[in-house]
Nanobody, 122 residues
Framework: QVQLGNSGGGLVQPGGSLRLSCAAS????????MGWYRQAPGKERELVAN???????NYADSVKGRFTISRDNAKNMVYLQMNSLKSEDTAVYYC????????????????WGQGTQVTVST
């Protein structure tokens, strides 16, 4: 009942930048947190960054100082600005949104985007 659409991945050289975007749509009453995860080949999915409703942020140590997460509450969108990209940032990046649905019961939801490939290579 909540759909996530993301964009912005691609191929970039080391040291370059990319910006990921993710839009949440559907029967959303409120959003607790929005975030980005990534999964490299042969590795488990890991948290990259998240941002809560009060705008507090959390980053993986490996991306601190290089990546910035932000959100637009009016549009239910979350962004990830990635600078100084390294080859080890190569992965499929997934958007994640958690909150409550509208309607009776205000059920919680935990939705994932389809993933976007980020490749950092010469």
């Amino acid at each position: 009942q909540v759909q996530l659409g993301n964009s912005g991945g691609g191929l970039v050289q080391p040291g370059g930048s990319l910006r990921l975007s993710c839009a949440a749509s559907g029967n959303i009453f409120t959003i607790y947190a929005m975030g980005w995860y990534r999964q490299a080949p042969g590795k488990e999915r890991e948290l990259v960054a998240n941002i809560r409703s009060g705008s507090s942020t959390n980053y993986a140590d490996s991306v601190k100082g290089r990546f910035t997460i932000s959100r637009d509450n009016a549009k239910n969108m979350v962004y990830l600005q990635m600078n100084s990209l390294k080859s080890e940032d190569t992965a499929v990046y997934y958007c994640n949104v958690r909150g409550r649905l509208g309607g009776l019961g205000l059920r919680e939801f935990d939705s994932w985007g389809q993933g976007t490939q980020v490749t950092v290579s010469t």
